[in-house]
């Protein structure tokens, strides 16, 4: 109990009194700091509210303030802030940095692993995707919109996503539901896991995604091509050919990290195949490899495996392709076989490619299209396409302008574009657009500039 | 009656007035005519002597008059021979090469495809090699031990095989009983086909290797990785697909013909991977296309199939081998693919490579090797390792020497030959060497000399 006065004594007599920011706190940030800190640290029940994104901030407020977002400590407190009011504390907090507050997490090694592939990797046999893929790689948040998790006390996540999973979809105020999708598929170990694993990092750690230990008890048999899944990626073995999986694995998530020479825009191959190429109808990599080599209009031949990955750095990637034998190349197609362990070859396996949209009721129109960018899609890639980075790490990837894909991608061709749209976005929200939506919207974005097709400007070929 | 009458005395009136030829006909020769023509040229049940190698007419005649061949009217005509008279016999017939017999042949499409399967591919699933293996391209027989059957009739053709087959292996004048396992896998259907495929052919006519016309009744289905069967050539698929896997098995059959730049020596894809990559249990293509990418021991990392391909011909080839995206390439790359489908990815099937055999109960031994390979080996791969040709194309692969593979082969090593060896040699009669006679013949096979292992000595690594 002194504990506490004396916790609540210095947090009061901190108030308002920091110095090292321009920021001058407004009268009413007083109130905030009751709760959540001086420095808007947080702690226990109450979030950190520092250094989130600015238009988070203020979009909460607003939230609260009209109900919109039921709570019954911040609706008293937040009816009566102006529109000002909310500007100048959504302000004041984003640009505050305190240290984080020191917690010891009660974590075991299985639960620690588990947080660490949900953040890193996430869930996609349970429609959940990594965290860091939204909330940026060190889980800074990734502005405007998506807030931070860094920092967060493990009680306020677990509240926050048992709230989550209780509204059912309710919550009207979380963009486009994705959190509501994401959280159905987390079981209440998982929320254990995750929350501890996250309130287990220090400032400015970056969750690393890590092998994980080869537990041998994965059997790898045959598998029928009409319910296809790929091994976990526990059932990596040890040794020379694992490594090389793992490593094939790594360039295929961050491929402008690991394979940079061949990458000229800001794009990575699980850009346009989701969970590093594993999942069906996100054009996966072990149907890719159980039908390779084949014939292709585009070029009007036969090609082997490696000459389709190179068209995906040359017109996807606008980059210059690996040669077939380079070890990018070697670790990429070792990772897709791995990923067919048990497919049979030659048979199209039930979620190959992406799945063919009917053609729409009306034709596309560019000018719904815009609209429904706006509302679905402009808060991750932005408003102009440009796609959203966070920390020097692009979070989302442009779809048009000079860092996107080029105008020989397949993803140019207006069909492919709506096919994959329509499985795979918005993403962890799959499913939000009916058919003519997705129509509206692809013709829309393959409506923009991009750079040139390398065949028609003599781009390069292949890498050497 | 008239004809017959006629017949023969035309044949009597032409007999040893043979001018053409700088053999003079021996007296004994008139005896022959009587019944294989003037010039030996055969017909109906009689066959065609003319052209056939010199050692295996020899070896016929003191077969018969040894009675080891039982034969009601040859050995009366034999038993007074003495070796100088066969000798002089078989020199004389050897070298006449009169005209074809005309012969109308009766055969429906199908049959004439089946025929046509059986001489240039075999069918291997039930044993049956194909018949232009070992006697030669245009079947005119390889020297010095295996006949001609060119221009054989098809009633002496259709009375042997099925003679073959009666005696079940008990005619022990058959070199290796070859025949006499190949004959078992011949149905009467087949036996109709083949002798009138054969008699079909005109003189000097190449059975030609015809891609099977696409029946589109193959259904490919998901197999089972431990009893594996690849499609037929019949289900190969029309359009481009289709072409380049036909392509590849091309290359694969007469690698020397249809991909000179790359190879080195005498051998094919054919020579170490039986029934154009077919065959279980002789390194089937089927199981590599599904192990590669993976990691070898050979050169310390992780090959692809296009970089395990390359190995064949730098090695085995003793060759320059094909970059990963060359024509030739892309054509095998294909095949094998085809080949495996069905198949799942990643899970060793039964049959792949060669099975290991156990070791030996004694040390290999390099003398009784040597016996060995004389009696079982050379006839085909001949006395000093260096294969056989006929007509200007290889028909056995040189098992050592400037021709053969080099030092650097997967073939090279001992226990790879010996399990070669005792999976797949003699050809068409495998089984027939206890293990021990393996190891030794192995042994003795790789004792010898051959070209060096290019890596020691600074051989060319890639064709561009």
Redesign the interface.
């Known amino acids: 109990m002194l504990r506490t006065v004396l916790f609540f004594g210095l947090m009061l007599a901190s108030v308002v009194s920091s110095t090292s920011h321009a920021t001058p706190a407004p009268a009413s940030a007083q109130a905030c700091a009751a709760c959540h800190g001086a420095q808007g640290q947080g702690g226990g029940i109450f979030p950190r509210i520092a250094g989130q994104p600015v238009e988070f901030l203020q979009n909460e407020l607003r939230f609260f303030r009209s109900g919109a977002r039921p709570n019954p400590m911040m609706q008293p407190v937040t009816k009566n802030l102006s529109d000002a009011d909310i500007a100048a504390l959504a302000g004041y907090f984003s640009t505050l940095h305190p240290p984080f507050t020191p917690a010891h997490v009660d974590l075991s090694a299985v639960e620690r692993e588990r947080g660490q592939e949900l953040v890193t990797a996430g869930d996609w046999q349970h429609q959940v995707p990594a965290c860091t893929s939204c909330h940026g790689p060190d889980l800074g948040g990734t502005a405007p919109l998506i807030p931070a998790l860094a920092g967060q006390s493990r009680q306020y996540m677990s509240i926050g996503l048992r709230n989550m999973q209780s509204l059912h979809g309710q919550a009207r105020y979380f963009p486009l539901q994705i959190m509501s999708h994401v959280v159905a598929g987390l079981s209440d170990t998982d929320i254990t896991a995750v929350t501890g694993y996250i309130a287990s990092l220090q400032k400015n750690e970056k969750p690393t995604v890590m092998r994980p230990a080869h537990d041998g008890a994965y059997k790898?048999?045959?598998?029928?091509?009409n319910n296809f899944t790929p091994p976990p990626e526990s059932a990596i073995p040890t040794?020379?050919?694992g490594d090389?999986i793992w490593r094939g694995r790594m360039i295929f998530e961050n491929t402008r990290q690991y394979a940079a020479q061949y990458v000229g825009d800001k794009l990575n191959c699980s850009s346009c195949h989701l969970d590093n190429g594993r999942r069906a109808d996100s054009a996966p990599m072990?149907a890719a490899?159980?039908a390779?080599?084949?014939?292709r209009s585009k070029n009007?031949?036969?090609?082997?495996l490696?000459?389709r990955i190179q068209d995906c750095f040359r017109f996807s990637m606008n980059g210059k392709p690996p040669?077939?034998?380079s070890p990018v190349?070697?670790?990429l197609?070792?990772y897709f076989?791995?990923l067919?362990?048990?497919?049979?070859?030659?048979?199209t396996p039930k979620g190959a490619g992406y799945p063919p949209l009917p053609a729409p009721p009306q034709p596309p129109d560019l000018q719904r299209g815009s609209a429904i960018y706006a509302a679905n899609c402009a808060m991750c890639h932005g408003s102009n396409g440009e796609g959203r980075g966070a920390r020097g790490t692009q979070v989302f990837p442009p779809l048009w302008g000079p860092e996107s894909f080029n105008r020989g991608a397949g993803m140019q061709r207006l069909s492919t574009a709506a096919a994959f749209i329509k499985a795979n976005m918005p993403y962890g929200a799959a499913g939000l657009l009916s058919d003519q939506q997705v129509w509206d919207v692809a013709a829309f974005v393959v409506s923009h500039p991009r750079p040139p097709d390398p065949r028609l400007h003599g781009g390069p070929t292949t890498a050497h």
Request: proline share 10%.
């Open positions: 790898f048999t045959a598998q029928s091509p040794g020379p050919d090389e072990w490899y159980v390779y080599p084949k014939y009007h031949r036969v090609n082997t490696e000459e040669s077939a034998d190349m070697v670790a197609v070792e076989r791995w067919a362990t048990g497919l049979p070859v030659g048979i």
